[in-house]
């Protein structure tokens, strides 16, 4: 999504099915037609990548908000590590994603 707005072939704010989405610096801000956000970063390798911040305003998004304390979020990404892969200190992304990138 980078590389295409670099390329001037989308543009750094517009509309993808039912999400709205805005460019910035390394990633991508997208908000659903009901008001969930999900805010990623790309990767060297392209592969979308987050943190606990970034999870926890994805809760707080939804329609029926949901604030997770830190413990709580570090406990349920952990329990996910199969499915999760470390990209550095504190970030993730989908192992599959990073697996087939």
């Known amino acids: 999504m980078l590389g295409l707005v670099r390329s001037h072939r989308i543009s750094r704010n517009g509309v993808i099915g039912t999400y709205s989405y805005r ?8 908000t659903s037609h ?3 956000e ?3 970063d790309f990767a060297a390798d392209r592969s979308e990548i987050f943190d ?3 999870l926890r305003c994805y809760g707080r998004s939804l329609p ?6 830190d413990q709580d979020l ?15 200190p504190g970030w993730f992304s989908v192992a599959e994603a990073k697996a087939s990138a």
């Open 23 to 30: 460019v910035h610096g390394a990633g991508c801000f997208f």
């Open 74 to 88: 570090r406990s349920a990404v952990e329990s996910l590590k199969p499915l999760l892969a470390d990209v550095r």
């Open 64 to 69: 029926q908000p949901h604030d997770p304390t």
């Open 34 to 36: 009901n008001g969930t």
């Open 38 to 40: 999900i805010d990623v």
């Open 52 to 54: 606990l911040w970034r």
